[in-house]
């Protein structure tokens, strides 16, 4: 705490805001005009200053209005401390505070360079200011020679007239706007109120703008970390897919006898690692599939392909789960030939999910795979209908059973053998190739309708 023998300075803490303007009802014509252009100067700047700007922007876009409006020769802004400022960050002491050039126009490079970085103890305006936080108006050289060393620069440039005021943001001092003129000048209520407005609307902008850049910072930090994630998501699930294929081959080796006879025990065995390497397989394949998705490094590989063959495959996929659990997949609808265009891996993928999802979670009964083709206007669309008879979905986790990694109940997962990506998958796969998956109606106890919806002919973007 600060004690009353520390006699340490101290930034001080923001007055109670100036009046931005006052006009005086009575005077002459070129005060009313004078008065009147200032006042269309800031509205015009408070529009500006409301585009996507840098903090450097926005200071040279008060620069600007301030040389225009004022007919200044130079206009300077100065940060006190680190800008943008750390949300900790609290200059207390001359010992540890300095200013900093933000932005300057028309300011001598003898000055500018005194300005880059300037104790806040220098005997110059800008650090009378920051640490008194009051403005301060000088009209001729003689009150420029207050400062003898800044002021002697300042004549040398052609100065004859300064201005210099405190920019407050969020509740403490940030910087300092100075302006200069070629010409001595007397500051009236009106213009002294003008520059003061000036610099708290510096602030504002400066703090608005360092918000948009923190604002993208965190998104693009976000984003990479995104990146990140999927990148080593893709790399572990390469890694783990070797060794898998690895042993799925030796086990059909071994047991297709090819190094000498195996018992009916042995053979017994062998075919339950290659079942348990081969559930291992399509779960890696899954999450290599929701990785490539996240890192936005799915690209559709469109070809000519049977829509029975598509089927035929993903039916293929599914069957060893449905025989196991003593279940039968029935397709119904269209059965024509038909030729579409399309990434066939993908398609396959999408129907493979939804038919092991229906298949994981029903017990008894059956699916029915229902294949129908619709063309409105000519462009033709395939569906897909899965129903199962299985244990259905409450109406309340309806809007989360897409999420990825979302289970109803997480005990789920061991029994099923579920990574909660299946449905999430599908319908990512899907919207890359110009469709979605849908969930049509689903009841606690009574099944549930999941429809795929897909381009026959896939379109590549114009992207």
Not at 184 to 208: H, N, S, W, Y
Request: with cysteine; hydrophobic share 45%.
């Amino acid at each position: 705490m600060h004690s009353a023998a520390d006699d340490t300075p101290r930034v001080p803490s923001p007055r109670a805001s100036p009046p931005l303007l006052y006009y005086a009802s009575h005077g002459d014509a070129d005060h009313s005009r004078s008065a009147s252009h200032r006042l269309r100067a800031l509205a015009a700047l408070s529009g500006s200053l409301t585009d996507a700007l840098s903090p450097e922007g926005a200071a040279k876009l008060i620069e600007e209005e301030a040389l225009t409006a004022l007919d200044a020769s130079s206009a300077v802004v100065v940060t006190l401390g680190e800008f943008p400022p750390r949300s900790s960050t609290r200059v207390s002491s001359l010992s540890t505070a300095s200013l900093t050039l933000l932005h300057a126009i028309g300011v001598p490079a003898e000055v500018r360079a005194s300005l880059r970085t300037l104790p806040l103890d220098a005997p110059v305006p800008f650090a009378e200011v920051a640490r008194g936080g009051e403005a301060i108006f000088l009209s001729s050289t003689d009150e420029l020679l207050r400062y003898p060393d800044w002021g002697h620069a300042m004549i040398r440039a052609g100065a004859n007239a300064a201005a210099i005021v405190p920019v407050w943001a969020n509740g403490e001092l940030r910087g300092v706007l100075g302006l200069t003129w070629g010409v001595p000048r007397a500051f009236d209520e009106d213009e002294r109120a003008f520059v003061i407005t000036l610099g708290i609307m510096c602030a504002q902008a400066m703090m608005r703008a360092h918000l948009r850049v923190a604002e993208q910072r965190a998104r693009e930090a976000a984003e990479q970390a995104n990146r990140s994630k999927a990148h080593f998501l893709a790399t572990i699930s390469h890694e783990l897919r070797t060794p898998i294929n690895a042993v799925m081959g030796y086990s059909q080796l071994l047991a297709d006898e090819v190094y000498g006879p195996v018992s009916a025990v042995q053979k017994e065995h062998l075919g339950r690692v290659s079942a348990s390497a081969t559930h291992l397989l399509e779960l890696v394949e899954e999450l290599l599939s929701y990785a490539r998705i996240e890192a936005g490094q799915e690209v559709v590989r469109p070809v000519k392909v049977m829509l029975a063959d598509v089927v035929a495959q993903s039916l293929v996929l599914v069957h060893p789960l449905a025989v196991k659990k003593g279940m039968d997949i029935r397709v119904e609808g269209y059965d024509a030939p038909l030729e579409l265009f399309t990434d066939a891996r993908k398609m396959t993928q999408i129907l493979v999910n939804l038919l092991a999802n229906a298949t994981k979670f029903t017990e008894s009964g059956g699916i029915v795979l229902l294949v129908r083709l619709v063309d409105p206007g000519g462009s033709a669309r395939v569906y897909f209908e899965v129903t199962d008879t299985g244990r259905g979905i409450a109406i309340k986790d309806h809007e989360h059973i897409f999420d990825a990694f979302w289970q109803e109940d997480h005990t789920i997962t061991h029994s099923s053998g579920s990574t909660g990506l299946g449905l999430s998958v599908a319908r990512q796969l899907a919207r890359l190739l110009g469709g979605d998956v849908l969930l049509v109606q689903s009841t606690l106890t009574q099944g549930s309708t999941f429809v795929a919806s897909l381009p026959v002919r896939y379109v590549v973007s114009a992207e």
